[in-house]
């Protein structure tokens, strides 16, 4: 929806989205991936300054867009190959419903490690934000 009627110059998302993301990077950093490199190491940068630690994942959509395919759907919600990547699959799931015609950057964060800590959320990603937005300004 942001992108086809908003156009913002960058779209993050922050999600929880499958327990895979702690395979890739653990506990303590979220997982991130971004259209853009700047972006991306700006992201990390902003995990550095806040705290909200992140790291980068996989980012190869032609590589990972077969895992989705359905008979009946544009898309399946789950991938057919679980040791194939599978946060790196997740956000791509995730970055597929960007307009193919969208311009601008686009970062997303999987925060199911860190968002959690000893069945309490702890607040994950507000840091983040606010770290993005100073190292982007």
């Known amino acids: ?21 702690m395979v890739s990077t653990g506990r303590k950093h ?6 853009t490199e700047r972006l991306e190491v700006a992201t990390v940068a902003a995990g550095r300054l806040s705290g ?3 790291h980068p994942l996989l980012y190869c959509p032609e ?3 077969k895992e989705f395919h359905s008979a009946v759907a544009d898309m399946k919600n ?3 190959d679980r040791m194939n990547a599978q946060s790196s699959c997740a956000g791509t799931f995730i970055g597929e419903h ?12 999987d925060m199911a ?3 959690t800590k000893d069945e309490r ?10 770290g993005l937005a100073s190292v982007l300004e």
């Open 52 to 54: 909200d630690l992140a």
């Open 30 to 35: 979220a997982g991130i991936m971004s259209t």
């Open 78 to 80: 789950s991938v057919k």
């Open 113 to 115: 490690g860190p968002s």
């Open 121 to 130: 959320g702890t607040g994950y990603g507000v840091g983040l934000l606010l």
């Open 1 to 21: 929806h942001a992108s086809q009627f908003l156009s913002p110059d960058i779209i993050v998302d922050i999600a929880t989205l499958t327990g895979a993301q």
């Open 98 to 109: 960007i307009a193919a015609d969208y311009e601008g950057e686009w970062v997303h964060v």
């Open 63 to 65: 590589f990972y867009r």
